[in-house]
């Protein structure tokens, strides 16, 4: 700021207050600095100075109206002062005068060529625009401009993060950390590109840093929950989320993540209200419509969660994610062939891995030209269930069959459908980001014309609700095998042989909502004339000790069988006994297909049917399609199941 000489003391003195109102400014002390600035305005209302770096606070503190006729009357006095023409730039962006802020970056950088900040600026109009390609472009120009600029370095980064090319963003953002740990965007981007590679730990590390670094900055919140890794779970993200909608109450995109978390917490019905919040503040965002139809589904809202579904696809239409929930829905309350269409959706969804050297989709029986692969997909107690399909196929198709599942039922598949070539699944190993299948050796070795998934066969030949399949099992383990399990078993006689599998192997808080704690299943345990055996997996005796203390009754163990990777073996078992009790676990859809009447602790498979599962004859749901999982009220409705079985009434 400069004053005529004439002035005298006058013009010395009003420069003292500029450069206090300047000192304040810096420092943060917004609103003393606004009263030098206001006073200095009353007294020199054409000067560029006081109004540039007056209407640069008012943006700052968001009151971008009065900001924007401020710095613009200071470039009406000065119009070749290049560094006001970026701020005003960004004044106009903050608006949403987005093409106009481009404009006026790109005449700052006319202005003066040798600053880097408008064209960083202009980078990152394009970045957030969605076209990284002419963004990195842009960066060059800023790095060719100023080498040694960092906020082009920072930018540069979070190009790379939006190209996928993490290692290259890391590479840029690591130097720059070390520069400016203070600066938030940093750990932003470093977030991003850390989860990138699979470092979720670091990912962690980078948020909480940044958070200390800059309480405030509420965008750090989202990051630290977004930057955990895909199994990571528990409440211990929710405080942090919660925190982020108290620093900006109004941002939807906020009360989405919230919802997200809580949903991961097994909070669901916190997890609708933030849903809804997050719908009210931001009514086309796609993460909160995600984030409603979830919690909706998972509190059973049924209707709610089809309204919100439809609605969610008339805003974003085609978007996988709500209308995968939309088939989950419509399995249990709605038409079952749309459901079945709407399942294909499944497909886009981003934990559907990828895949290479794909033939084109089969489109159902006599559009087959050649070949036919049924690819692996999802887990392999689904895979199993999906597969009860394949005689269906192979009686409707006359061309070769390839199917693809996971390794450990090669040999029980190959048992099964001699006719057909089974194979291992196409899974190329890599880390828990980075694997993908890769089908081109599979196909030029076959010849395959078409693909369809497993998970895509019912869509062929399971359309009718009131016909669910009369088959019961259909995979035949070696019978050698299942002789030598029931000698083993026999030692349990006179009594009913039940195998027991109350609970996933995998428990985290949201599946332990669909799942029993052993002593809910008490009413099963009391019935008599039964020997109970346990199927399951992993460390279990704590659990098989609380339930003898509590209920006097012992599960029994079985040697000899590795119940998680020998398949074969535990499918030979499974034949074995009288009757299976178990969760909605891959052995219970192993008990199910190899033919061993099974009861069900929860509804059937996608709640399609009552009364009988819509895929096996032979399974029996403790729950009806329509019933919210109740682990006690499984317990007691399979117990009467069971009473129904030994009375000879399964």
């Not at 089908?439 to 019912?458: C, E, I, K």
Request: with cysteine; aromatic share 8%.
């Amino acid at each position: 700021m400069t004053t005529g000489s004439k002035h005298g003391d006058r013009g010395s003195r009003l420069l003292k207050i500029f450069n206090d109102a300047v000192g304040l400014h810096v420092a943060g002390r917004f609103a003393e600095a606004a009263r030098l600035y206001g006073d200095l305005l009353r007294q020199m209302p054409k000067h560029p100075d006081v109004l540039d770096f007056y209407g640069t606070l008012h943006h700052q503190l968001g009151d971008n109206a009065r900001a924007v006729d401020l710095v613009g009357r200071s470039l009406a006095y000065r119009p070749l002062a290049a560094a006001t023409q970026n701020r005003f730039g960004a004044i106009l962006k903050a608006l949403g005068q987005r093409r106009s802020a481009e404009r006026t970056f790109r005449r700052a950088a006319l202005i003066d060529p040798r600053l880097a900040e408008p064209v960083v600026n202009i980078a990152t109009l394009w970045s957030e625009d969605g076209d990284p390609d002419i963004a990195l472009s842009w960066c060059d120009r800023a790095l060719a401009v100023q080498p040694g600029s960092f906020e082009a370095h920072v930018r540069r980064g979070a190009v790379m993060n939006a190209l996928l090319r993490f290692d290259e963003a890391l590479r840029l953002l690591e130097p720059a950390r070390r520069l400016q740990p203070q600066h938030p965007e940093i750990w932003l981007h470093l977030v991003a590109a850390r989860s990138g590679t699979g470092d979720f730990e670091g990912a962690l590390r980078a948020a909480r840093t940044g958070i200390v670094q800059a309480p405030a900055v509420y965008e750090l919140y989202a990051g630290l929950t977004s930057g955990r890794g895909p199994v990571l779970e528990g409440d211990g993200f929710v405080p942090w989320a919660r925190r982020a909608v108290a620093l900006k109450p109004t941002d939807g995109r906020l009360w989405a993540n919230l919802s997200s978390e809580l949903h991961r917490g097994s909070e669901p019905e916190a997890a609708l209200d933030a849903a809804q919040r997050a719908i009210v503040l931001d009514p086309a965002r796609a993460s909160a419509m995600h984030a409603l139809v979830n919690a909706g589904f998972q509190c059973d809202r049924l209707s709610l969660t089809r309204t919100a579904c439809r609605r969610g696809l008339l805003v974003h239409p085609g978007n996988a994610d709500i209308g995968y929930v939309l088939a989950e829905v419509e399995f249990v309350i709605g038409d079952l062939p749309r459901a079945w269409d709407l399942h294909e959706m499944r497909i886009e969804r981003r934990v559907f891995r990828p895949r290479l050297a794909v033939p084109s989709p089969w489109l159902g029986p006599g559009t087959e030209s050649g070949a036919l692969l049924v690819a692996s997909e999802q887990g392999v107690g689904d895979e199993v269930i999906f597969l009860s399909c394949l005689p269906d196929l192979l009686a409707a198709v006359k061309v070769p069959v390839v199917v693809e599942v996971d390794p450990r039922i090669v040999s029980v598949m190959a048992r099964t459908f001699p006719s057909v070539t089974v194979v291992a699944r196409q899974l190329v190993p890599g880390d828990s980001l980075g694997q993908y299948f890769d089908y081109a050796d599979l196909v030029a070795h076959h010849d395959l014309r078409h693909v369809v998934y497993a998970g895509s066969l019912p869509r062929f030949f399971r359309t009718e609700r009131t016909a669910p399949s009369s088959a019961g099992g259909y995979l035949r383990p070696v019978p050698e095998r299942v002789e030598h399990w029931r000698a083993v078993l026999d030692r349990f006689r006179p009594n009913r042989t039940v195998g027991v599998v109350w609970r996933s192997a995998l428990m985290t808080r949201f599946r332990a909502r669909h799942h029993a704690d052993i002593l809910d299943w008490a009413p099963v345990f009391r019935t008599p004339g039964c020997t109970f055996v346990n199927l399951m997996h992993g460390d279990i005796q704590p659990e098989i000790d609380r339930l003898k203390e509590a209920e006097s009754v012992e599960i029994q163990q079985i040697d000899g069988i590795d119940l998680w990777n020998d398949i074969d073996e535990l499918l030979a078992l499974l034949a074995a006994f009288d009757v299976v009790v178990a969760a909605r676990t891959a052995n219970c859809a192993f008990s199910a297909a190899v033919g061993t009447p099974t009861i069900r602790m929860a509804q059937s498979f996608n709640r399609i049917s009552d009364g009988r599962d819509f895929f096996f004859s032979n399974m029996r749901p403790a729950l009806a399609k329509d019933q919210p999982f109740n682990a006690q009220r499984a317990g007691a409705g399979g117990s009467r199941i069971l009473a129904d079985f030994l009375k000879g009434q399964f």
